[in-house]
């Protein structure tokens, strides 16, 4: 950030008056040098600038010619984004105003500043009276090198010397040219002590080799054991199925003996074991039909006992033969009876037709109208 123009409106002792400092040369010296008599208003320039880029301070001092609702600071600043007018007012918000006199966010300015609140920036980059008498007073308590008292004084950094004061006593304290003690020499011994360890536990090429091969072996033997107790572990578990199965040995032999009768049966097909229920349900079903069959042979018996034989009606058995044909005509003759009287009717109707052709309707013996046919 570049102040290019400082405009003191209505600040202080001025009215409308500015200090331009104008453009940037490239390749030449950008430096300003505000001089003039005591109480010419350098001072006021100064804290004019530090109000315009923090804010007029809720009590300032500068309201002796213009009432805090009028006091008015403009700037023209040559920020990283471009060029910006500025205005600055007495309020308690949105005092940062553009040159439309319309409220801007103070982050425009805070962006460019940084982290740097009104008290370092005054400390930093202001030398006022205070900050040269405080400078002056830094330079009389201290002991060390001018040069280094004077920047002190002119940055507000009175206490460097003591800071390096400390910085030289944490040097010494880790170094300090032929002293026996200190962090370094501690460390120099300490890897002392680490090598002499190693060099004990290290190891010769050949006595490596021959401690591999021993450990190989001894890995090889282990999966042997290994495997060997897998083998026993295996046979220790048959052996004691057999052990189990012992005491149901006699039993099987038992049966097998009483099997032996049944050797030449023929076996038993595949799949019996579904098949029996059926089997089973089968044979129930055919012994009851059975047990049926046998009470009505039984039935049939003793009815078949119980007849008596006519020996009369036995000698008509021919007649009684003979009328079971009669029977089947006289059924056939009484079917056709109704037939044989439609046909009658027929004939009855013919004659009738006759009769009435020829004049002889009333005629009630047709048969003598009959000729000979002699």
Sequence with gaps: MRLRRLDLTRYGRFTGRSIDFGLAEEGA???????????????????????????????????????????????????????????????????????????????????????????????????????????????????????????????????????????????????KYRARSGELADLKTRLATLRAEREKIDTFAAQYAQLVATRDKAFSLYNDVLGERARIAARCGEIERLLLALPRLGALRDIRQRLLPLADLPDIPRGWAEQLPAMQKDEVALETRAQAVEDEVARLEGELAAIVVDQAAL?????????????????????????????????????SGILERIERKDESEPGRLLLSAS
């Design 29 to 175: 010296p950008d430096l300003h040098i505000l001089y003039g008599p005591n109480e010419a208003g350098k001072s006021t320039a100064l804290a004019a600038f530090l109000d315009f880029l923090f804010g007029i301070e809720p009590r300032s001092r500068f309201n002796f010619l213009h009432p805090y609702p009028t006091m008015r600071i403009g700037a023209a600043l040559e920020l990283a984004r471009g060029s910006r007018e500025l205005v600055r007012v007495k309020r308690a918000q949105n005092s940062l105003l553009d040159a439309s006199d319309q409220p801007v966010p103070e982050a425009i300015i805070q962006a460019e500043l940084g982290d740097i609140d009104r008290d370092s920036y005054r400390t930093m980059f202001s030398l006022d009276d205070d900050t040269l008498e405080k400078g002056g007073e830094s330079i009389l308590a201290s002991k060390g090198d001018l040069g280094q008292l004077l920047f002190s004084a002119s940055a507000g950094l009175s206490d460097l010397g003591r800071n390096l004061e400390e910085i030289r006593g944490e040097a010494d304290r880790f170094y």
């Design 315 to 351: 000698a008509l058995t021919q007649r009684f033969s003979g009328l079971s044909d009669l029977r089947a005509r006289s059924v056939t003759a009484t079917k056709d009876i109704p037939e044989r009287r439609l046909q009658l009717r027929e004939v009855d109707l013919v004659i």
